[in-house]
């Protein structure tokens, strides 16, 4: 048992998996923690920081409602990852030059996105009268998606800041490709329009909250129900986008590389998301904000920073995270912050050998702004285990 602090301030109990818990992580999580429908208590996993409206690293159970803004913005956020048969003695520095330059070619990053063509359409076809019908049942979804034609070209885009695609060698020196995005502009349109719902839901109602990003729908309501139908779309998306992304990234290795094959399927983990499951002896809703699902035997990612090693991990389905584990090393630092104390020579130290951007402009994404994720790691000695250990060779961020 690995459970570092049990926090009783608030109305359930705060279950924590590292000593280190910030005030602004501690307050938001007692806030939360005296709603009425938490299901049994709220887990914190070993990487969490205080985010935006919700609590980064945290797992949390409710009983007929559901709150959007721990969800978040990027709705399905997510990692995937994949091994080849390659082996890292076959690339050498020029050949991985030629790799991060035609994956930078072929990935849209920022705010670039794809352009019309016929391999995104029917990629996108799936999505498209689900949306028409989400958008029928909810009318204003249409007007609150400002970039609404926009959802067909994004997929398969990495968006910005944090998201970011690698190619990294494994303990054993194979090959592996690894990327993180969500449900870009579309999924934002949608949890920003759901989050602002909510809170005139609570004014309408006359609920005052401690905290108004705790707004939430109580099941059994149209807004409910839209909101859950909304956030499924956005999260099947997100998943669609890191696929189309994965596809990218592998034919742009093919160009390179010698010949390869996949030898494992693609794990695939949300980690911003929210879905129906079973614990302790009850049908909940399980909110995953930065945290991923470890049931028994469950395959997942846990990445460090563009200079430290991530991690393949396999679930040990210990109910008391709800079955869950950390998402990440986690920020250490904010990005001003970051932006402030290091330079580009530090960033150019703390990324040696690795090709990547090293310009200010990323500064704020520096090894040095997140948390020791071998610490993480073995914090949640009881929630995952080991079982590859990655090193990227190649990151472009977005
Ligand atoms: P989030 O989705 O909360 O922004 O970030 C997920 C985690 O990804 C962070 O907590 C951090 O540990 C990790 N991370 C951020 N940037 C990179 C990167 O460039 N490469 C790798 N491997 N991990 C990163
Ligand atoms: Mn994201
Ligand atoms: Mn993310």
Redesign the pocket.
């Known amino acids: 048992m690995t459970i570092k602090q049990v926090i009783t301030d608030g109305d359930t109990p705060i279950k924590v998996w590292t000593d280190e818990l910030d005030a602004r992580s501690r307050e938001q999580l007692v806030n939360l923690s005296t709603l009425p429908f938490i299901h049994r208590h709220i887990a914190a996993m070993p990487?969490v920081h205080a985010g935006m409206g919700a609590t980064?690293g945290s797992v949390i159970a409710t009983d007929k409602a559901v709150i959007p803004a721990a969800v978040g913005v990027d709705i399905g956020?997510g990692m995937a990852a994949v091994r080849t048969s390659l082996t890292a003695d076959r690339l050498d520095a020029s050949t991985l030059k030629r790799v991060f330059d035609q994956i930078s070619r072929d990935v849209p990053v920022g705010r670039d996105q794809h352009r019309d063509d016929r391999a995104r359409t029917q990629a996108a076809e799936p999505f498209a009268d689900p949306l028409a019908a989400l958008t029928d049942t909810h009318p204003q979804l249409r007007k609150a998606f400002k970039r609404f034609d926009n959802w067909v070209n994004q997929l398969g885009t990495l968006g910005s800041?944090?998201h970011?695609i690698?190619v990294c060698r494994d303990e054993d020196d194979r090959i592996w490709v690894?990327l993180?995005s969500g449900s870009r502009g579309i999924g934002n349109a949608m949890g920003t329009y759901f989050i602002d719902l909510a809170r005139r839901e609570m004014q309408r109602w006359m609920i005052r909250l401690p905290d108004r990003d705790l707004a939430y729908f109580p099941e059994g309501t149209q807004y409910f129900d839209d909101y859950v139908a909304a956030v499924s779309w956005a999260q099947a998306y997100a998943r669609a986008n890191r696929e189309q992304m994965m596809l990218l990234v592998l034919a742009a290795l093919e160009r390179h590389l010698p010949a390869f094959e996949l030898t494992d399927a693609v794990i695939d983990c949300h980690?911003?998301y929210v879905e129906r499951e079973h614990h302790f002896g009850a049908n909940v809703w399980v909110t995953r904000k930065?945290a991923i699902r470890a049931r028994d035997g469950e395959l997942g990612i846990v990445?460090?920073?563009?200079g430290?090693r991530?991690y393949i991990v396999r679930g040990q389905g210990n109910p008391e995270s709800f079955c869950s584990s950390a998402?990440?090393?986690?920020?250490r630092m904010s990005r001003t912050a970051a932006e402030k104390q290091f330079t580009p020579a530090d960033l150019e130290a703390q990324t040696q050998g690795v090709i990547c951007r090293k310009d200010r402009g990323v500064l704020d994404?520096i090894p040095g702004a997140?948390k020791d994720?071998d610490q993480v790691m073995a914090n949640q000695a009881d929630l995952v285990e080991v079982v590859h250990t990655l090193k990227?060779l190649v990151?472009i961020?977005g």
């Not at 990445?303 to 563009?306: A, D, F, H, I, V």
């Not at 998402?327 to 920020?331: E, S, V």
């Open positions: 990487d980064i956020c800041g944090n970011f690698e690894m993180h980690h911003n930065g990445p460090g920073s563009m430290a991530s998402h990440g090393a986690g920020r994404e997140y994720i990227q990151c961020k």
